[in-house]
């Protein structure tokens, strides 16, 4: 999965559109697959935007076309607006204030809660930008503009909230105790995703 977004950039770069249709046929059905096995909230959600892509890179082989390269970054930007917007529905604790408590503490601070709950509307915010930015740009943009943006600078941005925001909170609640950097990131890495995704 870390591989795929160079392999489909280097792929378009050099016009080798069916090797970038391949890579995205194994990653969406490795994805379908483990949809399937793993995941039990929202299973039909994630098979359809996973099993759609295999479908949609399959017909891309066949029809020679990029179609379907288009319409991963969408769908999954998509998909990721839906889960952090989801949470912020009445009922529901926001995303990142789990996030919270799995990788800072249990007990959260009135004023943390207030916070994280802004936080989670500023990912939906990104998510959905970066929705409508990929749309735009497989309509109007150069297919080489389009993909350094949805294989790279789109995972620039995302990289670039998460750690912003991290020395953000360090010096606004610095009177709180944070994690270093380093362990942040361990902490976010080591979360049992699909367990917390049970909960979405």
């Excluded at 994630?46 to 017909?59: C, R």
Aim: proline content about 4%; charged content about 10%; hydrophobic content about 60%.
């Amino acid at each position: 999965m870390l591989a795929y977004p160079f392999a489909v950039h280097t792929a378009i770069i050099f016009d080798r559109i069916v090797i970038a249709s391949i890579a995205l046929f194994i990653i969406s059905a490795a994805g379908a697959a483990i949809s399937f096995l793993r995941i039990r909230q929202h299973r039909g959600v994630f098979l359809f935007i996973f099993g759609s892509l295999a479908i949609l890179s399959l017909l891309n082989l066949v029809s020679n076309t990029r179609h379907a390269l288009y319409i991963a970054p969408v769908m999954i930007n998509l998909a990721m607006l839906t889960v952090f917007a989801g949470t912020l529905l009445p009922g529901r604790e926001p995303l990142i204030t789990t996030f919270h408590r799995l990788t800072v503490s249990r007990d959260i601070d009135p004023v943390i809660t207030v916070y994280t709950r802004r936080l989670t509307w500023v990912w939906a915010a990104l998510f959905a930008a970066m929705t409508v930015e990929s749309a735009a740009l497989a309509i109007f943009a150069p297919l080489a503009i389009w993909s350094l943006f949805a294989n790279f600078l789109n995972y620039f941005f995302v990289a670039a909230l998460l750690i912003g925001e991290y020395f953000y909170r360090v010096i606004r609640f610095r009177h709180y105790p944070h994690p270093s950097l380093l362990q942040f990131l361990r902490h976010l890495v080591q979360i049992d995703w699909i367990r917390v995704s049970r909960s979405w």
